[in-house]
C-alpha cells in the first residue's frame, strides 16, 4: 500500500484516444515525491528531446502531490508541468483550488496528456470512468465562463480546469483557470493545453487516500491548525490576503512601476489591501483546506463584473507596471486577463514594456492602430488585452513575450525588456535587491518569485551589498518554497503565519509510513531542482549562463524616482552574485551541474540523456 | 493613551520597549517606529484598530497599534 497517495497514474493519448493507468510507483514517489517531483520526472524521461512545445509530443501533467486533499492546512495546491512555449525550457506552474483534491480523490497522483485531439475537447473523470468528450461548443468562449457552463452541465462536485481564447489562440503565456479565478499562469501551460484542443478538464473522485497512521496523522494536522489559528499573522493576511502587501512594497520601492524605472508608484495608496477591501471585496475565498483564505472575492461595480483578486502580483504587473492608480481599472483588467486566458503578470508586465515603447516613440499610433498607449491609461490596457488574446495588430507580436517583442521592435529596446530566460519578470523591482534579483536569474521557470521571495533578505541584511550569504539564501528558499509544489500543499501557511517547518516532518511520517527528516525532504528538492536544470540543457541549444542574466536596465539604468532613486547594481556585482551562486549550488562556470553534484543527488542517468 | 505592540522579531531587534516610550498619541508610526530603534522597512504592516494604516499615520488617543514584520520564510 503506498499510503498518502491516489495511488495510479492517468495516461491520456489525444491523438489515438487510448487511456491507461498505472500504479504510482513507491519508489518514484520516494525519490521525487509527487507533485512538480512527479512533473519533471515523466517529463524528462517520456517527452522526445527537442519536442515542439506546441507540438503533438510535448506533455502537460496534473500531479497533486502527497499532501493534497489531505487534512494538512493548505492542502489545495495542484502542479502542472510542460515545456514552455514561452521560454523553450522548463515550466512547472503551482495552482490552489479544489482540483487537486478531486483529482487525488479519483485515485490519480499525475494525469498526463500527450499527443493532439482533431477537435475541441474537454477530459471528463468520474474516478475510474475516463473520457474524452467533445468541447466544439464550448471553443471561443471564456474561462470563466467555460467552468460555469461545464458547472452547470456535470455538477458542482466537478472541479475543473478551463483555458480561454489566449490558450486557444496560441499566446505565449496563456494560462490555465480553476475554482472562477485561480491560475496555473506561468510559463504557457495553458497555451499546451490549446496546442492539444483541450478546452477544459473536468474531474470528481469520491475514493479515500490510504494513510498510515490514521490518529497520529490527526493528531499532527490539527496541531498545525492550532498554530496557524494562534498565529498573530493571521489577523492581516486573511483580511487582505497577498493585496496586504502592496503598501509595504511601496515603501521600500519595490513597486514595479512603469516598466521597472521606478520602485514606488504615485497615487500607490489607492491600490492599498484597505481601499480593496472597502471598495470591492465581498468575501474571503479560500482554497481547499485553508485556515488563513487569501483570496478575496470582489465585485467591481465600475464595470458590473465579479473577479477573484487581485492578488498583489496583478496589482503591481497591470497596475503599478502599466501606471493604473484605481483599484478598480485595476480588478477589471485582471477579470479580463482571467476570463481572455492570460497570465496577468507576463501580460501587464508585456504592456508596461510596449507602453514604453510608445512613449519613446518606438512604436507610433500606426502600430497601435490609433490606441494612445501611454502610462496610467486604462482603456488602453484594456484594448491591448483583448488584442493580444486575440493575436490582433500589434497583439500578434505581444503574444509571444516581451523578449520577443522587443527583438521585433528592435532600436535598443531589448534592455528594458523586463524578462529572464524569456519570462516576464513578476512583481518585486529589484534595482536594489540582490538576493531577489538573484532570484529571478536563476529560477528555474523564468523570472519569477515564488521559488525564492529573498527580498526580504536584503532588507535584513543590507540592499546595497553583494556578499556570498545572499546566494546562499536563494538556494536554500529555491529548495524549502518548491518543497510545497512537491508535497502538493500550500507554503503561505509557512510564509505569512510563521507555521514551524518541523511540524510537517510528523505529520508527512504519519501520513506516508515513511519516517523522513526535513534535511531529507530538502534533498529531493535539490535533486528536483538540478533535474529541471538539465531539461533547460537538454532542450535549449547553447542554454548557459547568459540565459540567468537580467534585462540591462538593472545594470545601466539607475531607478527614476522613490526611495530607491538612482540605485543601479554594477554589471560586475551581477557576475558576481552568479559565480558565487554557481559555486555554492556545486555547478560550473556556465551554470552546468557537476558530475559530483549530479552522482550525490542520484541523477547521473539523467545526465547521460542531456 | 493609544497602545503600541510589536510582533514577531519586532520584538528582539526593538531597542527600547514600547511602554518605556511615553504616550504615542500625536505621533506619527514612522516616529514611533524609529524612537524604538527598528528599521522602517522591517516593518511590513502597521494595523491600527484592525485596519492597516501607512507609516504617515498619525496615532490617536486610544487607538491600538500593531507592528508586524514580514515574518515566516520568505
Same mark, same amino acid.
Given at each position: ?610 | ?12 531587534? !526593538?531597542? $527600547? ?5 511615553? =504616550? %504615542? *498619541?500625536?505621533? +506619527?508610526? !514612522?516616529? $514611533? ?5 527598528? =528599521? %522602517? *522597512?522591517?516593518? +511590513?504592516?502597521?494595523? $491600527? ?26
Amino acid at each position: 500500500m503506498l499510503y498518502g497517495y491516489g495511488g495510479n497514474i492517468l495516461r491520456i493519448d489525444l491523438t489515438t484516444g487510448s487511456i491507461t493507468t498505472e500504479p504510482t510507483d513507491p519508489k518514484l514517489a520516494e525519490k521525487f515525491l509527487g507533485g512538480r517531483g512527479f512533473g519533471i520526472y515523466f517529463l524528462f524521461t517520456e517527452m522526445p528531446r527537442g519536442a515542439d512545445p506546441l507540438g503533438p509530443d510535448n506533455l502537460l501533467i496534473f500531479s497533486p502531490g502527497p499532501l493534497s486533499g489531505t487534512l494538512v492546512p493548505g492542502a489545495g495546491k495542484l502542479d502542472i508541468t510542460c515545456k514552455s512555449p514561452l521560454t523553450g525550457g522548463y515550466a512547472g506552474s503551482n495552482v490552489g483550488g479544489i482540483l487537486t483534491a478531486e483529482i487525488k480523490y479519483a485515485g490519480y497522483d499525475s494525469i498526463i496528456l500527450k499527443g493532439k485531439a482533431p477537435k475541441p475537447v474537454y477530459i471528463f473523470i468520474d474516478n475510474d470512468k475516463v473520457e474524452i468528450r467533445d468541447a466544439s461548443d464550448l471553443w471561443g468562449k471564456g474561462s470563466l465562463e467555460t467552468e460555469k457552463i461545464l458547472k452547470d452541465r456535470l455538477g458542482e462536485e466537478f472541479q475543473i480546469a478551463t483555458i480561454g481564447p489566449g490558450g486557444e489562440n496560441g499566446v505565449k503565456y496563456a494560462c490555465i483557470t480553476t475554482d472562477y479565478g485561480r491560475q496555473a499562469g506561468r510559463g504557457g501551460v495553458g497555451t499546451v493545453m490549446g496546442s492539444k484542443n483541450v478546452k477544459a478538464v473536468a474531474v470528481r473522485g469520491n475514493k479515500s487516500i490510504p494513510v498510515a497512521d490514521v490518529q497520529a496523522f490527526r493528531r499532527a494536522a490539527r496541531a498545525m491548525y492550532k498554530a496557524c489559528k494562534d498565529s498573530p499573522g493571521l489577523q492581516v493576511w486573511q483580511r487582505y490576503g497577498t493585496a496586504g502587501v502592496t503598501v509595504w512594497s511601496n515603501e521600500i520601492g519595490a513597486f514595479p512601476t512603469r516598466n521597472f524605472s521606478s520602485g514606488q508608484l504615485e497615487g500607490y495608496e489607492n491600490l492599498s489591501g484597505e481601499v480593496m477591501r472597502e471598495k470591492i471585496v465581498i468575501t474571503d475565498k479560500g482554497c481547499f483546506g485553508c485556515p488563513s483564505p487569501c483570496g478575496k472575492w470582489s465585485h467591481v461595480k465600475k464595470y458590473g463584473v465579479r473577479v477573484e483578486g487581485p492578488e498583489y502580483e496583478s496589482t503591481a504587473l497591470l497596475g503599478g507596471d502599466c501606471a493604473l492608480t484605481d483599484i478598480e481599472d485595476v480588478a477589471y483588467a485582471n477579470y479580463l486577463a482571467d476570463d481572455l486566458g492570460l497570465d496577468s503578470i507576463s501580460a501587464g508586465n508585456v504592456i508596461a514594456f510596449a507602453m514604453e515603447c510608445y512613449e519613446r516613440g518606438i512604436l507610433t499610433d500606426k502600430d497601435t492602430d490609433g490606441i494612445k498607449l501611454t502610462f496610467g491609461n486604462a482603456e488602453a490596457v484594456f484594448a491591448m488585452l483583448k488584442k493580444i488574446a486575440y493575436r490582433e495588430g500589434i497583439g500578434a507580436v505581444l503574444a509571444e513575450g516581451v523578449k520577443h517583442a522587443s527583438q521585433v521592435f528592435n532600436k535598443g529596446s531589448e534592455t528594458f525588456a523586463i524578462q529572464a530566460k524569456g519570462m516576464e519578470f513578476s512583481g518585486y523591482e529589484s534595482h536594489n535587491a540582490p538576493s531577489m534579483l538573484l532570484s529571478y536569474m536563476t529560477c528555474d521557470v523564468g523570472a519569477h518569485h515564488n521559488r525564492s521571495w529573498a527580498i526580504t533578505y536584503d532588507i535584513q541584511t543590507g540592499r546595497d551589498t553583494v556578499t556570498p550569504d545572499k546566494a546562499e539564501r536563494v538556494i536554500y528558499l529555491q529548495h524549502v518554497r518548491p518543497l510545497f509544489d512537491a508535497l502538493g500543499a500550500c507554503r503561505l501557511q509557512w510564509v505569512e503565519l510563521s507555521l514551524d517547518l518541523n511540524l510537517y516532518v510528523p505529520t508527512i511520517a504519519a501520513l506516508t509510513g515513511l519516517e523522513r527528516s526535513w534535511d531529507d525532504l530538502l534533498k529531493v528538492s535539490e535533486r528536483i531542482w538540478n533535474l529541471t536544470r538539465l531539461f533547460w540543457f537538454r532542450e535549449v541549444p547553447g542554454f548557459g549562463r547568459a540565459w540567468d542574466m537580467p534585462p540591462a536596465r538593472f545594470y545601466k539604468e539607475p531607478v527614476v524616482s522613490g526611495p530607491t532613486k538612482g540605485k543601479v547594481m554594477a554589471l560586475e556585482d551581477v557576475e558576481r552574485l552568479l559565480d558565487m551562486y554557481y559555486e555554492k549550488r556545486g555547478w560550473d562556470a556556465n551554470g552546468r551541474p557537476s558530475p559530483q553534484k549530479l552522482e550525490e543527488l542520484g541523477l547521473t542517468e539523467f545526465a547521460a540523456a542531456v | 493613551m493609544a497602545t503600541v505592540e510589536l510582533l514577531g522579531i519586532l520584538r528582539e531587534q !526593538a531597542k $527600547v520597549r514600547p511602554e518605556d516610550l511615553g =504616550p %504615542a *498619541d500625536g505621533k +506619527a508610526v !514612522a516616529d $514611533v517606529i524609529q524612537a524604538l530603534g527598528l =528599521p %522602517a *522597512d522591517l516593518v +511590513a504592516f502597521v494595523m $491600527v484598530n484592525g485596519r492597516q494604516q501607512p507609516k504617515t499615520y498619525i496615532i490617536q488617543p486610544e487607538d491600538h497599534v500593531i507592528l508586524i514584520p514580514l515574518i515566516g520564510g520568505g
